[in-house]
């Protein structure tokens, strides 16, 4: 358990006092930054495992973890020496030519996940638009070119790119970008009657997320992801996994699709897999793999030997049995413990506790937006999911002390409501 140890936790600082060199960056920030996130005043300096300090010093617990990144805690120490010994080698050198890192990385993967062939990248949505791009050349090379709609779900969320975004099943992501792309289709999560009635002689796909993240920590009814490979068979679309967020060991199996024991026809990656560098990967079956031929996609950083060093690290450390034994363990420590504290607090006030391994969802009778302000301001760093959903996506070297730690900061904030 060593590549899991990390320093003893120590209480976070007061939130009260002033914060001048928080203040003078994120001036600068407002006059040159692009204004399209809603970001926390506070800037980040330093991290270890799962504390991370502001630049006035104040300590925070991480919970976040990057959004669901960060998983095995911040620098760490063995895949930082992984990149940090390829930065003093070679850093860059394009898919013109081949590198190390990347094959190695490629080989772990597709062993992890049990599809053969693997494409790199560098983001989530990079990777789920390689999903989409594989299906209609896959389609176009079947002879079945009038196969281009991918069916995917109502609050999804598959990436910020237009053909991505216009999968992502939210109204609000796709506002103010029309005209959106054509080829999608959005249905009820969990419903697979609806999804039945929805395949027609131009459906291709089904994109899916095993429990959609940022939609809430919303989890997939109990075999519908093998319901979902049934009627695929049946109908020759291809079943596609998002696994962005739930994959590489963050709901206590390799990948969420694993919990159904099903095999899809491709899946994405990324968050995780990098432990916050960026890289993403698409993985797919031999023949569905073989459509993109030379000429057909690419990327110029993407398997950059950096990154990939320190996914190969990552791999190593996620592949020990030991290490998803413990997510598993943890997430049912939090489980029982938000339910306890669902209890003890006014009734309703969290109207419901879920998720799986360390991905992890209280959601609220509320705007959940204030609820995270108060809780960072008492030293806790979490997002929201949804609109009323606090999210929670530690690190996997988080005890179960640092969770009760947690709890109690929102037991806290939550009662004083
Ligand atoms: C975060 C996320 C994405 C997008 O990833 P980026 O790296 O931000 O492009 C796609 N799908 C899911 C399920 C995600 O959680």
């Known amino acids: 358990m060593t590549a899991l140890s990390q320093p003893p936790p120590s209480p976070a600082a007061p939130a009260s006092a002033p914060t001048p060199a928080n203040d003078a960056i994120i001036q600068k920030a407002k006059r040159h930054l692009l204004q399209n996130y809603k970001q926390q005043p506070v800037v980040l300096v330093r991290g270890k495992g799962t504390r991370v300090w502001d630049a006035d010093g104040r300590e925070y617990l991480d919970l976040l973890g990057g959004i669901a990144t960060c998983s095995l805690g911040h620098c760490h120490p063995e895949v930082t020496a992984a990149a940090k010994a390829q930065l003093d080698s070679l850093w860059h050198v394009s898919n013109v030519f081949y590198s190390q890192p990347q094959i190695d990385l490629a080989a772990q993967l597709t062993e992890w996940s049990g599809l053969p062939r693997a494409f790199f990248c560098n983001s989530g949505g990079e990777a789920n638009e390689a999903l989409l791009k594989l299906t209609r050349k896959v389609m176009k090379d079947r002879g079945t070119p009038e196969r281009f709609e991918v069916i995917s779900f109502e609050k999804s969320f598959h990436g910020r790119t237009l053909a991505t975004v216009t999968a992502t099943g939210q109204p609000k992501y796709h506002a103010g970008f029309e005209p959106l792309p054509a080829g999608f289709k959005h249905l009820p999560y969990g419903d697979i009657d609806a999804v039945r009635a929805a395949v027609g002689p131009s459906s291709a796909a089904i994109l899916v997320e095993p429990i959609q993240g940022e939609g809430g920590v919303r989890m997939a009814p109990p075999g519908f992801l093998t319901a979902l490979r049934a009627l695929c068979d049946e109908k020759g679309l ?177 009662a004083a409501l």
């Open 238 to 414: 291809l079943l596609l996994v998002d696994e962005v967020q739930t994959g590489m060991g963050r709901t206590g199996k390799p990948f969420g699709f694993m919990h159904e024991g099903i095999r899809p026809d491709a899946i994405s990656v990324a968050k995780a897999l990098g432990n916050g560098l960026p890289i993403g990967a698409m993985l797919c079956r031999e023949e569905l793999g073989s459509s993109l031929v030379p000429g057909t996609h690419g990327s110029t950083f993407g398997g950059n030997l950096v990154a990939a060093a320190a996914a190969n690290v990552v791999l190593r450390i996620l592949r020990q049995p030991e290490t998803l034994k413990a997510v598993t363990e943890k997430g049912a420590h939090f489980l029982a413990r938000a339910r306890e504290l669902q209890a003890r607090l006014p009734a309703g006030r969290i109207v419901a506790v879920r998720g799986q391994g360390l991905l992890l969802g209280l959601e609220l009778d509320r705007d959940v937006a204030p609820v995270i302000a108060s809780l960072r301001e008492a030293g806790l760093l979490v997002n929201a999911a949804g609109d009323r959903t606090v999210r929670f996506a530690p690190p996997f070297v988080v005890t179960t002390q640092e969770l009760d730690e947690g709890l109690a900061i929102v037991e806290r904030v939550l």
